[in-house]
């Protein structure tokens, strides 16, 4: 298998871009986190063409080597980012739904 998925035709690409964020929903609700969304499937698989458009546009006049180094030195920057602010700034308890009061 091609990690790059660089021989990997345009709609396969898509495919795995659709089955990942349904992947992603599903986890969601099995582990009660966050809200489980058929919007949230559509907008990613939505983002996901975009990016392959913009990819295969961007292709044609920057060299495929530098541009995939940037893709993925910026994908690194900005998880690291996301996981810092998640951790320090954004700090979510979870709790279970069910509350009993007392009184």
């Not at 060299?63 to 940037?70: F, V």
């Amino acid at each position: 298998m091609d990690v790059s998925f660089k021989r990997t035709d345009f709609w396969r690409k898509l495919a795995y871009i659709g089955a990942f964020s349904i992947a992603i929903e599903i986890t969601q609700f099995i582990f009660a986190i966050g809200r489980t969304d058929i919007n949230d499937v559509i907008t990613n698989t939505l983002g996901g063409l975009i990016g392959l458009l913009l990819y295969r546009l961007s292709d044609k006049y920057v060299d495929n080597e530098k541009l995939d180094k940037t893709i993925i030195v910026t994908g690194a920057i900005l998880l690291i980012i996301l996981l810092l602010l998640r951790t320090l700034v954004f700090r979510v308890s979870y709790h279970s739904g069910s509350s009993v009061h007392h009184g």
